[in-house]
């Protein structure tokens, strides 16, 4: 991928898909969340009876690692529309919940009763 | 933000924040995916009781826009974390998935049937 | 449906399923919670551009009904095979939690800022 | 527990507990999906960085076992809530969804491709 921005491409493809099909009119927040739930389920569904300390290798083979990256993708789509959809720029807030975690989670803190 | 790639520069700082903590070993896929779900269940409390015909408008503003992007930056974070792990270049797969729905769904067809 | 308790009848009749398939190794917790994430997608995915208004009607509706019907149960019967696996009376932790709420929610209050 | 339906007990509850605070206007099918999906994501964070082969035992044990439960309890009571909203009857539907489930997968099939 080149070019400036791959969130805002992807933002400006999705504007242009749902812009084409007269679909904004269906994309009001709870919907789109919940059509982002409906992907995180089929997300779940490739992982679900994995063997937890086989998934990763799992996932890196074919045919699975197409599936995943389509699932990760709609789910990243829908994300993207979201966003856009109540006006927040993704990159700049997730840079900048990043850089809250870096001050909140200091290194040498478990995860797990964090 | 500015680079030849968000998503890549998210990656980045998601692959230091992990490796400064020591935390890679907790970055099982299925682990990943169920701290994503978490984030979608925040995201899902911000919207849940907000009538659906004012949703759009109530995220735009304060204080519920900052806590919005908050969320979504969270889900987005721990899509490319989960990406990372399997070995997924986010932006190809997200484009690839965007032109394969150019193919599948021609304008004219309505969302809810298709 | 008769009988003392349904869902105790509901995972006696999940531990036999899964007893007679052999599929008790894969009903790890983490598992069968993604395995019900998957189910909240299918769940979702039956609403989700739906108009908010009339939702509730066309759920009420052939042909929507029966597959509403049949997903609410997918997830309700991976909730009583998680609580199972757990050890979790899931009737008894239902009632305790409504007499928490009961308490902790006094009749008055605003559910979107509680 | 006792009487005739553990789920009609808990579905009458839930009615009753919403009628003396008058939230039925906000118990759209949209709505109550989403608050569902909240609590899943609630009981997701309890489990995400547990070893998966650790995480049934650790889930039998205090303190996690009480917080489990409640998790567990919220979303059953919003597919409670939810099922009554559409007027489906929970125990008849999962039932009728398992004796499909015996038909349709026969012992001898393994769950990770059915």
């Given at each position: 991928?080149?070019?400036?921005?791959d969130l805002?491409?992807?933002r400006d493809r999705m504007?242009?898909?749902?812009a084409a099909r007269q679909w904004d009119g269906y994309h009001d927040p709870k919907s789109v969340l919940l059509a982002?739930?409906?992907e995180v389920g089929?997300?779940?569904?490739?992982?679900?009876?994995?063997p937890a300390d086989q998934a990763r290798e799992l996932a890196?083979?074919?045919p699975l690692r197409t599936r995943v990256g389509e699932e990760i993708s709609d789910v990243l789509l829908y994300?993207?529309?979201?966003?856009d959809v109540v006006g927040i720029d993704l990159a700049t807030a997730a840079h900048a919940k990043l850089s809250e975690a870096d001050r909140r989670y200091p290194p040498g803190i478990d995860p797990?009763?964090?």
């Open positions: 991928m080149t070019g400036a921005s805002q491409a992807l504007r242009a898909f749902a982002l739930v409906g089929e997300l779940a569904e490739l992982f679900q009876w994995l890196r083979r074919e994300l993207v529309l979201l966003a797990v009763r964090s």
